[in-house]
């Protein structure tokens, strides 16, 4: 069961991905809140969730931005009705666009956004290097990518679903601001929960 739900947060499909999404939502709240307590915003920012699963932290941005526009993008088109279905009258009023796309190639023109989010989701992303390269190219000159895991790879209990399969990864905040810096971000702030393993990065062009 646990494998073929980590499956389903990686790519929700079907009426069990439905259930896993509304559970993420649920899960990712603590994560969630912590990281936006981590990052300012103007009212009129452009942002984008990448891995937007549900939809609940579009929805966030949307609040803490009335002025600005929040899209999202998740390579399943599950969530992508999801999103929309929980953002629907900002996408109704051209505040938002939800994207079926993968986050190795996204089909969007460079430097766009003000901030690229990712929740609870790198984990799965595969080939680090250049979807941390894709982020920078549709960032702004003063774009921040912000990253937030539940785990900063010390968690003995990491091992226990990383183990299940070759293409999922959980990083150590080392490894990602080594990885960050290759692909040409600069200032990287760390925010660490004291006595949890909440790890969130903002990483700036």
Partial sequence: MMKK??????KPQGDFGKEVIKDMNRHHEVISNFSMESISLPDDAKVIDLGCGGG???EKFLKRCPNGIVDGLDYSGLSVVESVRRNQKAVDSGRCHVYEANVLDIPLDDGIYDLASAFETIYFWGDLKKAFSEVYRILNDDGRFM???????????????????EDINVY?????????KEVGFED????????????VVVACK
Avoid at 172 to 180: A, G, M, R
Wanted: glycine share 2%.
């Fill in 56 to 58: 609940v932290n579009i």
């Fill in 5 to 10: 739900r980590l499956r389903q947060c990686q």
């Fill in 172 to 180: 150590s905040k080392d490894e990602l601001v080594t990885i960050l």
């Fill in 147 to 165: 990253i937030a895991c539940d785990t900063d790879g010390n968690n003995p209990n990491d091992q226990k679903w990383v183990n299940l399969f």
């Fill in 188 to 199: 990287i702030d760390i925010f660490h929960k004291e006595d949890e393993y909440l790890l």
